[in-house]
């Protein structure tokens, strides 16, 4: 109770304000209540007088659990370390043997050091053909170490470094120990094939099953996998390890030797059924592969470590939540307490993280040179982004007199405004206003990509027209017209195109040439593409939208320019032999993909320049994007074009992104000290503009079938993003 007494006579009102997240109205009547002389007169004073002093007795509860957190990670830091000194004493012998190998009695395969072998050679079976780095090899060793001291861990090595060959490298050593599994390597539907095929590359005395197809398929594959005693290795899906019972039953059955999951970030957030039923397989190791361990907050790197040690790291969940939640934007992630939380989580993550950059290992790896292209908008494209925003910024006023406090009730239709709802709970109305205004600034985001994702040219009374001529569609014949209008109302301008383009009675309504390029970003990327595919360039086109790419298409076939396309929608069989055909095709210049769909696990160095159409909430998104090309293998130079619209939400999106990126440079610093200076410099104008404005919004979900699993906006990126709404002119 010392510790609670002197917090609350000695803090001041903003440190109370930042640790107990509470509102400064009720840490200055605190500070007006001073001085307490003990526990029990801090209860009582908190606990009588008028209301919302009698309230404060909860503030007292919440700093008490809150030192119950610290205690409890206290604790488990110090498991860590003990761990974590033993493995730095080991690497240490590595480091001081490694002068030993030349004079080295064995085969010159590994040092010795005590029970644990340093590797200076790759497996002997891989042909050697195939050659690891020195980096990856000190990969494997690592990697080897951890499973015989029984340990989980996360290779985190950044994005193009090889985690891949890391790992089979490490299933053939084992197989040379006697250790023959089986293994279960869970990864995303886009990279089967290719772990698959990597495989069968590098180390062919493997036994591999891919377990994926059909239903039928799969109920053989069961019957095989369970009776071949000579498998080694299982490769599977994640929406195979998580769907049906029957497949989850199956993997649960077979007593394997490591759980390996790729694009181990897909198991962060630790209440998710994909998380639950992966946990639910039962492996002596486990191990995550993912370049990007930090996206969104602390408590998600908990959930990795978690996952890959469940066993050292059962606590009470809620507990260490009250330690690791943490805001990406706002005052809070600059206080010392924020900082204090990114310095215990590095003390716990350092044992079980392997973290090599590619500017650290890849001395010999072409350049990466990031451009940021501000695309000056057309004038049909300002005015309709300068619509949007006027209507979200009179639905904003409006509903603040209808709507609860840190609410906001916005419209997104550019004809009229719903009416208010009469009678709603204050529960309803926030959820409704979150809807809102992420529909508000998903929209903007469209403008800015271009005009046509929206409705604006055609409207309701020419979509009437429109409707009654499609009636004489055969198709459509016996439809109920009003029916037709309804669904064409909800459409987008190039959707109504497409379908323009699809029936004879609509061509009249088609959109010209003209205005399918009337887009800054279109306008720029056409000269682009145009002078790089004159200079022999091959260009990736990421855009998180799918009928961006839908519009782009026929822009490549008007340019005369050969081109592929992968989305969500793509069949995972082909898939492969797509990127096959691109690597090996010099005709084929540019490849359309989606953010999500193509930027995770796939190889496609044969192309030199990566083009972001878009940019994600998330930065790591993006970054793994870039990274199909700038990786291993890479033999030129890599450019990467942003594209954004000036003056426009995207700039705000930019500067979020990177706030990201900071958090985790910090949480990957080994030096970094918080400073007051470091408080007062990093506090953005947006927050300040926040700040001014009070205003507050949940985060609300974006429904858009149009959009390939677009990242949603956090709550405090809403926080942001709504003040830019309101502030921008």
Not at 41 to 50: A, I, K, P, Q
Not at 471 to 486: A, F, G, L, Q, T
Not at 635 to 650: C, F, G, P, W, Y
């Given at each position: 109770?010392?510790?609670?007494?002197?917090?609350?006579?000695?803090?001041?009102?903003?440190?109370?304000?930042?640790?107990?997240?509470?509102?400064?109205?009720?840490?200055?009547?605190?500070?007006?209540?001073?001085?307490?002389?003990?526990?029990?007169?801090?209860?009582?004073?908190?606990?009588?007088?008028?209301?919302?002093?009698?309230?404060?007795?909860?503030?007292?509860?919440?700093?008490?659990?809150?030192?119950?957190?610290?205690?409890?990670?206290?604790?488990?830091?110090?498991?860590?370390?003990?761990?974590?000194?033993?493995?730095?004493?080991?690497?240490?012998?590595?480091?001081?043997?490694?002068?030993?190998?030349?004079?080295?009695?064995?085969?010159?395969?590994?040092?010795?050091?005590?029970?644990?072998?340093?590797?200076?050679?790759?497996?002997?079976?891989?042909?050697?053909?195939?050659?690891?780095?020195?980096?990856?090899?000190?990969?494997?060793?690592?990697?080897?170490?951890?499973?015989?001291?029984?340990?989980?861990?996360?290779?985190?090595?950044?994005?193009?470094?090889?985690?891949?060959?890391?790992?089979?490298?490490?299933?053939?050593?084992?197989?040379?120990?006697?250790?023959?599994?089986?293994?279960?390597?869970?990864?995303?539907?886009?990279?089967?094939?290719?772990?698959?095929?990597?495989?069968?590359?590098?180390?062919?005395?493997?036994?591999?099953?891919?377990?994926?197809?059909?239903?039928?398929?799969?109920?053989?594959?069961?019957?095989?996998?369970?009776?071949?005693?000579?498998?080694?290795?299982?490769?599977?899906?994640y929406s195979m390890a998580t769907g049906s019972k029957e497949d989850r039953t199956f993997l649960?059955?077979?007593?394997?030797?490591?759980?390996?999951?790729?694009?181990?970030?897909?198991?962060?957030?630790?209440?998710?059924?994909?998380?639950?039923?992966?946990?639910?397989?039962?492996?002596?190791?486990?191990?995550?592969?993912?370049?990007?361990?930090?996206?969104?907050?602390?408590?998600?790197?908990?959930?990795?470590?978690?996952?890959?040690?469940?066993?050292?790291?059962?606590?009470?969940?809620?507990?260490?939540?009250?330690?690791?939640?943490?805001?990406?934007?706002?005052?809070?992630?600059?206080?010392?307490?924020?900082?204090?939380?990114?310095?215990?989580?590095?003390?716990?993550?350092?044992?079980?993280?392997?973290?090599?950059?590619?500017?650290?290992?890849?001395?010999?790896?072409?350049?990466?040179?990031?451009?940021?292209?501000?695309?000056?908008?057309?004038?049909?494209?300002?005015?309709?982004?300068?619509?949007?925003?006027?209507?979200?910024?009179?639905?904003?006023?409006?509903?603040?007199?209808?709507?609860?406090?840190?609410?906001?009730?916005?419209?997104?239709?550019?004809?009229?405004?719903?009416?208010?709802?009469?009678?709603?709970?204050?529960?309803?109305?926030?959820?409704?206003?979150?809807?809102?205004?992420?529909?508000?600034?998903?929209?903007?985001?469209?403008?800015?990509?271009?005009?046509?994702?929206?409705?604006?040219?055609?409207?309701?009374?020419?979509?009437?027209?429109?409707?009654?001529?499609?009636?004489?569609?055969?198709?459509?014949?016996?439809?109920?017209?009003?029916?037709?209008?309804?669904?064409?109302?909800?459409?987008?301008?190039?959707?109504?195109?497409?379908?323009?383009?699809?029936?004879?009675?609509?061509?009249?309504?088609?959109?010209?040439?003209?205005?399918?390029?009337?887009?800054?970003?279109?306008?720029?990327l056409k000269s682009m593409l145009l002078e790089m595919r004159a200079q022999g360039d091959k260009?990736?086109?990421?855009?998180?939208?799918?009928?961006?790419?839908?519009?782009?298409?026929?822009?490549?076939?008007?340019?005369?320019?050969?081109?592929?396309?992968?989305?969500?929608?793509?069949?995972?069989?082909?898939?492969?032999?797509?990127?096959?055909?691109?690597?090996?095709?010099?005709?084929?210049?540019?490849?359309?993909?989606?953010?999500?769909?193509?930027?995770?696990?796939?190889?496609?160095?044969?192309?030199?320049?990566?083009?972001?159409?878009?940019?994600?909430?998330?930065?790591?998104?993006?970054?793994?994007?870039?990274?199909?090309?700038?990786?291993?293998?890479?033999?030129?130079?890599?450019?990467?074009?942003?594209?954004?619209?000036?003056?426009?939400?995207?700039?705000?999106?930019?500067?979020?992104?990177?706030?990201?990126?900071?958090?985790?440079?910090?949480?990957?610093?080994?030096?970094?000290?918080?400073?007051?200076?470091?408080?007062?410099?990093?506090?953005?104008?947006?927050?300040?503009?926040?700040?001014?404005?009070?205003?507050?919004?949940?985060?609300?979900?974006?429904?858009?079938?149009?959009?390939?699993?677009?990242?949603?906006?956090?709550?405090?990126?809403?926080?942001?993003?709504?003040?830019?709404?309101?502030?921008?002119?």
């Amino acid at each position: 109770m010392i510790q609670v007494l002197e917090f609350f006579n000695s803090a001041t009102v903003e440190h109370i304000t930042e640790s107990l997240k509470c509102l400064p109205e009720a840490s200055s009547m605190i500070v007006s209540l001073r001085p307490f002389h003990s526990g029990d007169h801090l209860r009582e004073v908190c606990s009588t007088g008028c209301k919302a002093q009698r309230k404060l007795y909860r503030l007292v509860d919440r700093y008490e659990h809150l030192l119950e957190g610290f205690k409890e990670v206290d604790s488990l830091i110090k498991r860590c370390e003990t761990v974590g000194n033993d493995i730095k004493q080991i690497m240490t012998r590595w480091i001081q043997n490694a002068a030993a190998i030349s004079s080295s009695q064995n085969d010159g395969t590994f040092l010795e050091t005590t029970a644990f072998k340093c590797l200076t050679k790759q497996p002997k079976i891989i042909p050697s053909t195939l050659q690891l780095k020195q980096y990856q090899i000190v990969g494997v060793s690592w990697l080897m170490m951890l499973y015989q001291k029984q340990l989980g861990g996360i290779l985190a090595d950044e994005m193009g470094l090889g985690k891949t060959a890391q790992v089979i490298a490490f299933l053939a050593h084992l197989y040379t120990l006697g250790e023959r599994g089986p293994h279960l390597i869970v990864v995303p539907a886009s990279t089967l094939e290719n772990w698959v095929r990597e495989l069968n590359r590098w180390c062919p005395k493997l036994c591999v099953a891919s377990y994926s197809g059909s239903l039928s398929d799969r109920r053989w594959l069961q019957e095989d996998i369970t009776n071949n005693s000579k498998l080694n290795v299982i490769v599977t899906t994640y929406s195979m390890a998580t769907g049906s019972k029957e497949d989850r039953t199956f993997l649960r059955r077979i007593r394997i030797k490591s759980l390996i999951l790729d694009e181990g970030h897909m198991v962060k957030n630790i209440e998710s059924n994909r998380y639950k039923h992966l946990m639910a397989i039962s492996a002596p190791f486990r191990l995550l592969l993912t370049g990007t361990p930090l996206q969104n907050n602390l408590l998600e790197l908990l959930a990795l470590l978690t996952f890959v040690m469940p066993r050292l790291f059962v606590t009470d969940q809620k507990t260490l939540e009250r330690i690791f939640l943490f805001k990406s934007l706002g005052g809070g992630d600059e206080s010392s307490l924020s900082h204090e939380r990114i310095n215990r989580a590095k003390k716990i993550m350092t044992p079980f993280v392997l973290r090599r950059r590619k500017d650290q290992v890849l001395r010999d790896l072409p350049p990466k040179t990031k451009v940021l292209n501000v695309c000056t908008p057309v004038s049909s494209q300002l005015q309709l982004y300068k619509d949007i925003l006027l209507c979200s910024k009179k639905a904003i006023a409006a509903s603040e007199k209808t709507i609860v406090p840190h609410t906001t009730k916005l419209t997104t239709d550019s004809d009229k405004a719903e009416k208010p709802l009469k009678s709603e709970t204050s529960d309803q109305t926030a959820s409704l206003a979150n809807r809102q205004l992420s529909n508000v600034l998903m929209d903007l985001r469209k403008v800015a990509n271009h005009p046509l994702l929206v409705r604006s040219r055609y409207t309701d009374a020419k979509l009437r027209i429109m409707a009654k001529a499609i009636m004489r569609e055969p198709e459509h014949c016996d439809k109920n017209v009003e029916y037709i209008w309804e669904d064409m109302c909800i459409m987008s301008d190039f959707e109504i195109h497409q379908l323009c383009l699809k029936y004879k009675t609509l061509m009249p309504h088609k959109l010209s040439d003209k205005v399918i390029m009337d887009s800054c970003k279109l306008v720029k990327l056409k000269s682009m593409l145009l002078e790089m595919r004159a200079q022999g360039d091959k260009i990736l086109v990421f855009s998180q939208f799918v009928i961006m790419l839908d519009i782009l298409e026929p822009v490549m076939e008007h340019l005369g320019i050969k081109y592929l396309r992968l989305d969500g929608t793509t069949p995972v069989g082909i898939r492969q032999s797509m990127m096959d055909e691109f690597n090996n095709d010099p005709e084929i210049t540019v490849f359309l993909l989606t953010t999500k769909s193509g930027g995770v696990g796939i190889n496609l160095t044969s192309a030199n320049v990566v083009i972001m159409y878009d940019i994600d909430y998330n930065p790591h998104n993006d970054a793994q994007a870039e990274d199909r090309a700038h990786r291993v293998g890479q033999t030129r130079a890599v450019t990467v074009h942003r594209l954004i619209m000036d003056n426009s939400i995207e700039q705000h999106i930019l500067r979020l992104a990177e706030h990201k990126l900071e958090l985790d440079a910090k949480l990957q610093s080994r030096e970094y000290v918080c400073t007051n200076d470091d408080n007062k410099d990093e506090e953005s104008e947006f927050e300040t503009k926040r700040k001014h404005k009070g205003q507050k919004l949940a985060s609300g979900k974006v429904k858009d079938n149009k959009v390939d699993q677009i990242s949603k906006p956090d709550s405090s990126i809403l926080d942001v993003l709504q003040s830019v709404i309101l502030g921008l002119e």
